[in-house]
């Protein structure tokens, strides 16, 4: 059986002004990075267009620690979609470093629904992660420099700060430092630490922005810290958001590149869905809308973090209106939330299947209090029994849910057109009617309680006295009437990590609150959420190769 990297590296790719030309792009407006990637110019966005155009989300169960295959199937429908004759492009988010070298290895699709150039989009790809990272750095670098400075010194209380440095790189060994030390050249000595690069605030508003505009907007609405007379400090005190903004002149422009089968996908943008948003850009969402008649997107992890903050934070900022809903199951994902342990994931087991599909079904009536029926899509296996398959799928009949077999990580676009004929059909009949969950001028406790209870399944929440002193905080600040981005465990409804299936009888756990007024949300912070995550025991870096002529193996 051959590999992700070895069926990618066997396809013949089109040069990328090819996959322009059939999005009717004339390639005198891209720009080229090197053959087979190129930035697409703002002006291609097309509000007229974006209405008429049909936008999917793709989203999943609660996933395994490898992932239930979301950006497979989302490759994968593209491709389908495009074999039935429609006009179809995929819109995803870039992959993150950390994960690449930690545990996935990579995150551009698998075996025959990829995008490609797989090695190129799993690395550097075009700069954006480093863009990103350079601009919140600066920032952080102005912020220890007006601590320092005797002219127009802010007068910035150093315990206050919570911006934080970042890099794309797994390290738990940089997630609590301090700083400043070695004298007084050195700075003014304080604790700090580092997140991942997609959990900076950078990255969110690099997604949420609207236009180039609007980006330097927010970022000057970074809030940084109070002054040591509690007044709010924001990143346009600092005089930082042009400097910022000219570090992320090309990282707004969204990505090209195409599938194993030449169809086009736009990738921008790569926050976190369990500590941010979990979708691509507004920008990049937007523009593939204008270029093209059906629009398949992926929203991170489960439907309870992602797909929740897609409806909820993005689609309403950006004035986005989902047509139809895919939920990504897998046999293997049923079996974990049926109590099998992880050596026995890939053994045929209908038991612990009948017992795990709660949890699919809470995610499928998650969907629906959006005004959306979901179509579960069975992302097939080698180690799938046809009497599993068989009853995911008259269960779902049971509860008036459409499954269909997706086999696109083996067949590609031929192995999803079941798929797309039923998604298309779905969209014609036009039972979908979206709705967001909370109104954002409802009180921050109101919104939390909306999707812990209705969401996550929880009977209420509590909060710890840190996170009430937050709340007024958010009040004082003017913030509270932005929506909410809960930031909790990915592998569970609840927020404890080790309640798998759908948990009942639990109250979820407000342990504090990060404010990301530049992005345009609070941040409820349940439990013990990493921003820094660390590297597993063997990461997937040490099973990578590369040869003397440059030929990569190992990634995923």
């Known amino acids: 059986m051959l590999k992700d990297i070895e069926i990618a590296q066997q396809n013949t790719m089109l040069p990328i002004v090819e996959i322009a030309e059939r999005l009717s792009i004339n390639p005198e407006e891209i720009e080229q990075y090197g053959k087979y990637k190129a930035k697409l110019p703002l002006s291609l966005r097309d509000e007229g267009i974006i209405k008429k155009s049909n936008l999917i989300l793709v989203t999943a169960m609660t996933p395994t620690p490898a992932g239930e295959g979301k950006t497979t199937i989302t490759i994968g429908l593209n491709e389908g979609l ?16 950390g994960p690449v070298f930690g545990i996935k290895g990579g995150a551009a699709g698998g075996g025959f629904s990829q995008v490609v150039p797989m090695e190129d989009i799993n690395l550097h790809f075009t700069g954006d992660f480093a863009a990103v990272e350079k601009a919140n750095n600066l920032l952080a670098a102005l912020i220890d420099n007006n601590l320092q400075s005797k002219v127009n010194n802010l007068n910035i209380d150093s315990r206050s700060i919570d911006w934080k440095r970042v890099m794309d790189m797994n390290d738990r060994a940089l997630r609590e430092m301090v700083i400043g030390l070695g004298g007084y050249a050195n700075g003014v000595p304080r604790q700090e ?66 599938t194993l089968e030449d169809n086009p996908v736009i990738i921008h943008g790569g926050p976190f869905a369990n500590i941010a948003q979990g979708t691509n850009s507004i920008i990049a969402t937007k523009m593939g809308m204008s ?43 049923l079996r974990h939330h049926g109590g099998v342990n992880a050596t026995d994931r890939n053994k045929g087991n209908l038991d612990a299947v009948k017992i795990g599909f709660a949890n699919l079904e809470k995610h499928v009536e998650n969907v629906r209090i959006f005004g959306i029926k979901p179509i579960v899509a069975i992302n097939k296996y080698h180690s799938d029994t046809q009497e599993e398959i068989d009853f995911v ?40 009617h979206f709705k967001p969950l909370y ?63 759908r948990p009942e009888g639990f109250r979820v756990f407000v342990r504090e609150f990060e404010v990301a007024a530049g992005a345009g949300f609070v941040i409820p912070i349940l439990g013990k959420m990493m921003r820094m995550p660390g590297l597993p025991n063997i990461p997937a870096s040490e099973n990578m190769y590369i040869d003397n002529n440059g030929k990569i193996s190992g990634l995923s």
């Open 82 to 97: 495009n074999k039935i004759g429609k006009k179809s492009i995929a819109v995803i988010r870039e992959p993150s470093l």
């Open 193 to 258: 630490g580092f997140n991942i690069t997609p959990a900076s605030e950078v990255m969110a508003i690099l997604c949420m922005a609207d236009d180039f505009q609007d980006l330097k907007k927010r970022l000057s609405n970074i809030f940084i810290g109070f002054t040591f007379d509690r007044k709010p400090i924001y990143a346009r005190d600092l005089k930082a958001e042009n400097a910022m903004a000219i570090l992320l002149k090309d990282a707004i422009k969204p990505n090209l590149v195409q």
């Open 291 to 333: 270029l093209s008649d059906y629009v398949i997107t992926e929203a991170g992890f489960g439907a309870d973090l992602g797909a929740e903050k897609f409806f909820n934070i993005k689609s309403v900022a950006g004035g986005l209106n989902p047509k139809a809903v895919v939920i990504v199951a897998t046999i293997r994902a």
């Open 393 to 432: 799928v008259e269960k779902c009949k049971d509860i008036d849910i459409k499954a269909v077999v997706a086999e696109g990580w083996e067949k590609g676009g031929d192995g999803m057109i079941d798929l797309a004929k039923t998604l298309v059909n779905c969209i014609d009949s036009e039972i979908n």
């Open 439 to 501: 109104d954002w001028n409802t009180p921050v406790t109101k919104k939390i309680h909306e999707i812990a209870t209705k969401i996550y399944g929880a009977e209420g929440v509590d909060y710890s006295k840190k996170a009430k002193t937050h709340l007024e905080i958010i009040n004082d600040l003017k913030l509270d009437k932005l929506p909410v981005c809960m930031a909790k465990t990915q592998s569970s409804l609840s927020d404890n990590p080790k309640y798998k299936g």
